[in-house]
């Protein structure tokens, strides 16, 4: 098993900026994809970025070139930090973690971007 604790998010104004990070930890050997997830109120989960263990990412159109994910293979952590944040960025987020193939999911932490 693979436990996850997610920590940031909160409250920030439009054009903004707030970072996220998510420390795994528990039966790890080799974790192949870390990432974030959001959901918002009456949507469904949609992913805002990943990244692969060798440093590959993916990033949703949406955040393209305001958002930017990391991780620290080292210490099974995995870092978002978001940018110029706008209202449609709120939403609770997620941390994702594939290790050896079993997927985990965090307890979300929200994020609110209003003035």
């Known amino acids: 098993q693979v436990q996850l604790v997610e920590s940031g998010g909160g409250l920030v104004q439009p054009g903004g900026s707030l970072g996220l990070s998510c420390s795994a930890s528990?039966?790890?050997?080799?974790?192949?994809?870390m990432g974030w997830y959001r959901q918002a109120p009456g949507k469904q989960r949609e992913l805002v970025a990943v990244i692969i263990r060798g440093g590959t990412t993916k990033y949703a159109d949406s955040v393209k070139g305001r958002f930017t994910i990391s991780r620290d293979n080292a210490k099974n952590m995995v870092d978002l930090q978001m940018n110029s944040v706008k209202p449609e960025d709120t939403a609770v987020y997620y941390c994702y973690v594939n290790e050896r193939g079993n997927e985990y999911w965090g307890q979300g932490i929200q994020v609110t971007v209003s003035s």
């Open positions: 528990g039966s790890i050997l080799s974790i192949y994809i």
